[in-house]
């Protein structure tokens, strides 16, 4: 199982002609079966996609529409486990509490990739390794690691 981040998810609803690449590779990501995301994800997005100072941001109605769509996905909720091991991890990596986080709810779910523009692409976090879908195949292979 492959782990999303929030910027997948932007990507996917951008409307922003200098991001039409970013927003057909989400596309074309999120049909897969093999993804999954967490409450703090969701919550990010809805925050992002509906915020005042946005270029076409969504409405509410649109939003909450589109993470009911994504419930379909395997969701992580945020448990006092994944608390108390992404604050390990944020000092152990050096990450934001936020990303560590992400990486922590991967981890649970037993996922071995996350799929972030925001992290660094190539770098494994004890298993859970960074994959930017957005570089092609020959970027990701050449080096990032």
């Not at 057909?24 to 994800?41: C, G, P």
Request: hydrophobic share 40%.
């Amino acid at each position: 199982m492959r782990f999303i981040d929030t910027n997948v998810l932007l990507y996917r609803v951008s409307e922003d002609p200098a991001e039409r690449h970013k927003a057909e590779v989400a596309a074309n990501l999120l049909q897969a079966t093999d993804l999954a995301l967490s409450v703090q994800v969701l919550q990010e997005f809805y925050v992002q996609a509906t915020r005042a100072t946005r270029a076409k941001r969504l409405s509410h109605d649109e939003a909450q529409a589109l993470i009911e769509a994504w419930l379909r996905l395997t969701v992580q909720e945020m448990t006092v486990d994944v608390l108390r091991a992404a604050i390990q991890s944020s000092t152990r990596f050096q990450l934001s509490y936020w990303d560590a986080a992400i990486i922590e709810s991967a981890r649970k779910l037993g996922c071995k990739e996350v799929l972030s523009e925001d992290l660094n692409a190539g770098q494994s976090y004890n298993g859970v390794r960074v994959v930017n879908p957005f570089q092609s195949r020959r970027s990701r292979s050449n080096g990032n690691r």
